[in-house]
Nanobody
């Protein structure tokens, strides 16, 4: 089992940057693929980015390609989401999630076994 705690959210102007972090408990972090999802007010939770256990395979939603970067540091049990060129439509609560199948980079919510509590990101115009 793994517990996830996100941090790094906040208020930023359009065009700015934020880096989100997700710290995982336990010594088995490298056994999980990791992902970021987000949920805007009144909308369903949607996939943002994912990477496998090593970080060697990554996948992104089309809407964030070229602006967001997912990465991980297995020594620190942490996954990151670097967000650049932020837009008001990126305003949402951002969640990290862990998939017990460490080799995959899946986009489906149901694939993920563990979730953090979320960190809010607000992008002002």
């Amino acid at each position: 089992q793994v517990q996830l705690v996100e941090s790094g959210g906040g208020l930023v102007q359009a065009g700015g940057s934020l880096r989100l972090s997700c710290a995982a408990s336990g010594r088995t972090f490298r056994r999980y693929a990791m992902a970021w999802f987000r949920q805007a007010p009144g909308k369903e939770r949607e996939f943002v980015a994912a990477l496998n256990w090593s970080g060697g395979n990554t996948v992104y939603a089309d809407s964030v390609k070229g602006r967001f970067t997912i990465s991980r540091d297995n020594a620190k049990n942490t996954v990151y989401l670097q967000m650049n060129a932020l837009k008001p439509e990126n305003t949402a609560v951002y969640y990290c999630a862990a998939d017990s199948d460490a080799t995959l980079t899946r986009e489906e919510l149901y694939a993920y076994d563990y979730w953090g509590q979320g960190t809010p990101v607000t992008v002002s115009s």
